[in-house]
């Protein structure tokens, strides 16, 4: 068994709206207060000669069941996607401490990407056509036919699922465990060298171009000229921003389906890879 992502699209109803912007604002608030909770506490430890507040489970639920108690819009959220957000906030300073990345940041409104995560307690229903998520309801979902009888299949586990906000549309990214698809062994290896002005070149001779977002550029361009001449959040801002958000979606899209059909084909193919010990995205 291996863990896998799985992203849907969601298309909720005007009240359903309400309701995934509700569990994303209260998990961005939930956020922020605690970061900043956590500042505070380790200002007044360092003041007593402590150089480090311990991260842990007991630390930050205690601050979040004071949070609840001080702000009780928070227990309309789903229970678990609050404590989620500590354990994310763990994990931050946690990679800053011991591993020199950079420090936990609040979180904005205004980011164009939001999410809240709920953990599945047996309450994460998968129908036919629609998500059943717990305090939140039924949700309508569109997917290929092969993600949506993986779904439905007694074959997984799903771990958790994570509810974003991207772009003006709402997704939901589902980490389940699957068993692992093994492919035929081929006794073939590879080398791969990355390059500038080609993507790729294979020690076999075989030279992989770089893909063409030219015309995907030339339109989101296109239309940030437009927004910027439009008032901010007008109606005829939010259309335009629409179209944007669309090519921004296009040209993202495209790398993905491309490095992953890529990336696909090279394992299937080769036993062994080579490559490069390069810092690259």
Not at 49 to 65: A, H, I, S
Not at 177 to 189: D, G, M, Q, R
Not at 221 to 228: D, E, H, V
Request: hydrophobic residues 35%.
């Amino acid at each position: 068994m291996v863990n896998k992502g799985l992203e849907v699209r969601l298309y909720p109803d005007e009240d359903m709206v309400g309701e995934l912007n509700l569990n994303i604002g209260n998990a961005r608030f939930a956020w922020n207060h605690l970061l900043d909770e956590y500042q505070k506490t380790y200002m007044l430890f360092k003041q007593h000669g402590y150089n480090r507040l311990k991260c842990n489970w007991t630390t930050f639920n205690t601050m979040l069941n004071m949070l609840k108690k001080a702000y009780e819009f928070l227990y309309l959220s789903e229970s678990s996607s609050l404590q989620q957000v500590y354990r994310d906030l763990i994990n931050a300073f946690n990679k800053f401490f011991n591993e020199g990345t950079g420090y936990p940041r609040f979180k904005s409104k205004k980011h164009h990407k939001q999410s809240f995560r709920i953990q599945n307690n047996n309450n994460i229903k998968i129908k036919d056509n629609t998500i059943v998520l717990p305090k939140i309801g039924a949700i309508y979902y569109r997917t290929s036919k092969e993600y949506k009888q993986l779904l439905n299949s007694d074959e997984i586990k799903i771990n958790n699922v994570t509810i974003k906000k991207h772009n003006g549309k709402y997704y939901a990214a589902f980490n389940i465990e699957v068993p692992v698809e093994s492919f035929e062994k081929t006794l073939n290896s590879v080398g791969i060298d990355l390059g500038l002005k080609t993507l790729a070149t294979l020690s076999n001779g075989l030279k992989i171009t770089n893909l063409d977002l030219s015309y995907e550029e030339q339109m989101i361009k296109k239309y940030q000229r437009i927004l910027s001449r439009r008032k901010y959040n007008s109606k005829r801002y939010r259309k335009i921003q629409k179209t944007y958000w669309k090519w921004i979606d296009k040209k993202n899209n495209k790398i993905r389906d491309t490095y992953h059909k890529l990336s696909h084909n090279i394992v299937k193919f080769y036993d062994v890879i080579g490559m490069e010990d390069l810092d690259i995205k």
